[in-house]
C-alpha cells in the first residue's frame, strides 16, 4: 500500500512541477486562463500531499 502512495504521490508530484515550471515560463508569455489554472493545481498539491511526505 505504501508502495501505492509513492507512486500516486510522485504521479502527481512531475504533473505539478511540469504545471509549476509552464507557470515560470508564463510570465515571459501570459495567458491568464493558463496562470490560474497552473495556480490552483499547485495549491491542491501542497494542501492534500503535503501531510504524506
Do not use: G
Not at 8 to 24: C, G, R
Not at 35 to 43: F, K, P, Q
Amino acid at each position: 500500500m505504501k508502495a501505492v502512495l509513492y507512486f500516486v504521490y510522485y504521479l502527481i508530484a512531475f504533473f505539478v512541477l511540469k504545471s509549476l515550471l509552464d507557470l515560470v515560463m508564463q510570465f515571459m508569455f501570459p495567458s491568464e486562463l493558463k496562470l490560474y489554472t497552473n495556480l490552483i493545481s499547485a495549491l491542491i498539491f501542497s494542501v492534500f500531499m503535503t501531510p504524506l511526505t
